[in-house]
């Protein structure tokens, strides 16, 4: 089993930023890909960033110059670094981890419980 547990999300100002954490523990395997999603109020939840730990990262059009994935592979973890942040941007965001590096929620076999972001005008 996969556990998988997020931290870092908080009420900001926009154009402030945040950086979002993911804490892997259990059945990892070195060649998996973690990344993020977000659900905003009444929407469907939606890709922002994933990568394994080199090599290709994928995001969004939406965050891309301004949201930057990381991992630390000693411990781990998954960062996402969020800058000028907008107020679209509010939603709960979800780490996930999976086979390989894709834009599909349905590709990701493990998920975390989410974390709030909510950027105000």
């Known amino acids: 089993q996969v556990q998988l547990v997020e931290s870092g999300g908080g009420l900001v100002q926009a154009g402030g930023s945040l950086r979002l954490s993911c804490a892997a523990s259990?059945?990892?395997?070195?060649?998996?890909?973690m990344g993020w999603f977000r659900q905003a109020p009444g929407k469907e939840r939606e890709f922002v960033a994933a990568?394994?730990?080199?090599?290709?990262?994928l995001y969004a059009d939406s965050v891309k110059g301004r949201f930057t994935l990381s991992r630390d592979n000693a411990q781990n973890t998954v960062y996402l670094q969020m800058n000028s942040l907008k107020p679209e941007d509010t939603a709960v965001y979800y780490c996930?981890?999976?086979?390989?590096?894709?834009?599909?929620?349905?590709?990701?076999?493990?998920w975390g419980q989410g974390t709030q972001v909510t950027v105000s005008s």
């Open positions: 996930a981890l999976g086979a390989r590096t894709t834009t599909e929620a349905h590709e990701y076999g493990y």
């Open positions: 259990g059945r990892i395997f070195s060649n998996d890909a």
């Open positions: 990568g394994r730990r080199t090599g290709t990262r």
